[in-house]
């Protein structure tokens, strides 16, 4: 027993540990870099809220993820609702759509999307023997093709949060305002979707902070013309070597991040969703 009682100390004082070591110390190593490279002081940080290219590359980043964020919390949102009321065979169908993706590399993902999207793609030449085009549409290395490899991505994890809210609606709920001769328009707006609303702000706040750390669909899909906020810090830190500034610009992501991973855990109280 007291063996027992032993390791269990040690590893509750070992977690701690591993987490300064694996996380603490190079954040901390992050911040020191952008306040002493190239020289001591916060010019890396007014760099950031008032350099023309880094406030456009933000702005993009945010109205991608924006658009992102709503787009997938939608679809995410029928599928939740087939996969929790549909018809056994609609739950397999939907099954299959949400695990189906974890299992495909995001590179793998981000090349097929490639291959449907380019000029003599899947989609072009479709439109082109249709005679619908006279010519091939730009669909990649656009805010499009970034926008919709990374909506194919986060769709899946937006579900979750939203379907676990929904199983915890009790069906005696619905079947009241039916009785009380509500229309199933009415039972839907004003009791359906109001139940669900945790899991949504849930959903929303995981896809966008996801979505704030893409590099490899944007790379690939905005083929350098779509640059968001991570790759611009890869470009900072690997390839002109502006390793203060790149260093500001994460943690500046990074505050971002944490702020709206305060906001899930205090206003909506996601641990009510897995209960």
């Not at 091939?136 to 949060?161: D, N, Q, W």
Request: charged share 10%; proline share 5%; glycine share 6%.
């Amino acid at each position: 027993m007291s063996s027992r009682i032993n390791i269990h100390t040690v590893a509750m004082w070992m977690l701690p540990v591993l987490l300064l070591a694996v996380y603490l110390l190079p954040l901390a190593g992050v911040f020191g870099w952008s306040v002493s490279r190239p020289e001591a002081g916060l010019e890396n940080y007014a760099r950031v809220l008032t350099d023309t290219d880094t406030l456009n590359i933000l702005w993009r980043t945010a109205r991608i993820c924006l658009t992102v964020t709503v787009v997938s919390v939608m679809l995410a949102y029928l599928m939740s609702y087939h996969w929790v009321y549909g018809s056994p065979a609609r739950k397999f169908f939907m099954e299959l759509c949400i695990f189906i993706p974890f299992w495909i590399s995001v590179l793998i993902r981000a090349f097929g999307w490639v291959v449907i999207l380019r000029n003599k793609g899947i989609v072009n030449t479709f439109l082109l023997d249709l005679n619908l085009i006279a010519e091939p549409l730009t669909l990649v290395r656009t805010e499009f093709s970034v926008i919709l490899g990374m909506v194919h991505f986060m769709v899946p994890f937006a579900v979750f949060p939203i379907a676990a809210s929904m199983r915890q609606i009790d069906a005696r709920v619905l079947l009241a305002s039916r009785g009380m001769g509500a229309t199933p328009g009415f039972t839907f707006w004003n009791v359906f979707l109001p139940l669900t609303i945790p899991g949504v702000l849930a959903s929303a706040i995981i896809v966008f902070v996801f979505a704030l750390g893409f590099f490899i669909t944007p790379a690939i899909l905005g083929g350098g013309k779509i640059v968001m906020v991570a790759e611009y810090i890869y470009i900072q830190m690997f390839q002109t070597a502006n390793w203060g500034f790149g260093a500001a610009l994460s943690i500046f992501v990074l505050a971002i991040v944490g702020a709206l991973a305060g906001l899930l855990f205090k206003v909506i109280r996601p641990e009510r969703l897995v209960n």
